[in-house]
């Protein structure tokens, strides 16, 4: 069937639309803060689980997207649709008041002090069922680790990962998308960067070769082949290719082209710290902030869209104030990686620059003084996030904005939860 003619090119949303302080949005906001809803809530479909966070940017949505639109071509039908199903149902615009959802009994201890928002313990069917897929793909389709990683492998819980990052992900498949990239991203980091044989000589070569199975190579004929088969050449470049190709499967183009944006990003903050090495240099710190802002959970949830069901139009995505937004997120997150492993990294052979680290070295303070100093800095950060978010939410009442943003934080929890309650892998330091 012949798609249909389509207009003349153009930005895909109205102008009302793509500037934040237009009349009709501010008309809509004030609509939104009279009723506590924007947009249609006739459905009579129950809502999935709403997703934990510190923000309160409305009401679960009211419609869960068939298994259908996990297919290719969805995209341009979707988009010519217009704002549908999930995250059109409402949005309330101010800052969550009413307490969490109950927990379950907690895993290890969260840091002394630092600004979290538990989440209930993810769902053990959806962890079970990702878990299984998860290995059988890293064994039967990629070959992913050898033998004696097995227990590593089980040991990152990738599994309870994703589902507390995605608790509106409407299927199994869609939570896929996102371990498949998130399993893709810690082989690309440990095998060519740490853990497991990565050395920063030589870094540069192996981040671009690998980047074209996230962003395809279109070449002479006569080195195609060439470039095709490099593509099975070592676990991470697998890893990646196999990934892609399910997320592009089922992703609209710009959902597609935004993560490989993002992932250029993540490999351009892997440079850095590989140059830092090289050179045996602490930076300042703001540098390694800056750093961090590019070797960072980035590509995780801004995906959180495509792993929730729905698009959010490039021409929203695009907007400055939301690309704050999710690298506030992103920069938290992070520094929350950096508090929970510092033990491990501490116990690890050579020395790897986090967050207390760069900040003992470069100011002149005690361990626990630069530990402290960093939880001081993840909560302005988490707090800087959330006064934006909900700042955003008010001045641009999309349905499919206040849905991403939730699913941003809903990610912020998650990951949040995940650092917390993976005792394989993390244990605090002893400073208080």
């Known amino acids: 069937m012949p798609l249909p003619e389509l207009p003349p090119p153009r930005s895909s949303l109205p102008e009302a639309v793509t500037r934040f302080g237009a009349t009709a949005l501010g008309a809509l906001a004030a609509r939104a803060q009279e009723t506590g809803a924007v947009g249609d809530t006739s459905s009579g479909v129950p809502a999935p689980p709403a997703p934990p966070a510190g923000l309160a940017l409305g009401p679960s949505p009211t419609a869960v997207p068939p298994t259908g639109t996990l297919g290719p071509g969805a995209g341009l039908e979707r988009l010519l649709r217009g704002p549908h199903g999930l995250g059109t149902a409402g949005l309330r615009l101010t800052p969550r008041e009413e307490p969490p959802a109950p927990v379950a009994a907690e895993r290890g201890r969260p840091v002394p002090g630092l600004y979290h928002h538990p989440i209930p313990e993810p769902d053990p069917g959806r962890v079970d069922e990702v878990s299984r897929r998860i290995k059988a793909w890293a064994l039967d389709e990629v070959s992913l680790y050898p033998e004696e990683w097995e227990e590593q492998f089980d040991g990152f819980s990738v599994g309870r990962y994703m589902v507390g990052c995605h608790p509106d992900a409407p299927t199994v498949d869609h939570l896929m998308l996102a371990t498949r990239l998130m399993v893709a991203e810690n082989a690309v980091d440990d095998c060519y960067c740490e853990d497991h044989g990565g050395s920063p000589v030589g870094l540069g070569e192996r981040l671009l070769l690998a980047h074209t199975a996230l962003d395809p190579l279109y070449t002479a004929r006569e080195y195609q082949p060439d470039w095709a088969a490099s593509l099975h050449a070592d676990a991470p470049r697998r890893a990646y290719r196999s ?28 440079l850095a710290e ?12 703001w540098e390694y902030l800056a750093m961090r802002q590019f070797n960072n959970f980035r590509p995780c949830p801004t995906i959180t869209d495509t792993v929730g069901g729905y698009e959010l139009p490039a021409d929203l995505h695009a907007q400055a104030d939301l690309q704050k937004v999710i690298a506030l997120a992103s920069n938290a997150t992070t520094i929350v990686n950096d508090l929970y492993s510092y033990t491990k990294e501490l116990d690890a052979p050579g020395r790897h620059l986090n967050l207390p680290v760069v900040i003992a070295e470069r100011e ?5 003084e630069a530990y402290l100093k960093s939880v001081e ?14 700042a955003l939410a008010t001045a641009c009442p999309v349905p499919s904005v206040g849905r991403f943003l939730r699913g941003v934080a809903a990610w912020v929890d998650g990951n949040h939860h995940w650092h917390q309650s993976n005792t394989y892998r993390y244990s605090l330091p002893d400073f208080w």
């Open 274 to 285: 590989a140059a830092w090495a090289q050179q045996d240099q602490v930076p300042q710190v």
């Open 364 to 368: 002149g303070l005690s361990d626990k």
């Open 377 to 390: 800095i993840h909560n302005e950060l988490m707090h800087d996030f959330e006064t934006e978010a909900a």
């Open 243 to 270: 990934a892609m190709d399910y997320f592009v499967r089922a992703a609209a183009p710009s959902q597609a082209d935004r993560l490989r944006h993002d992932m250029a990003r993540l490999h351009l903050g892997y």
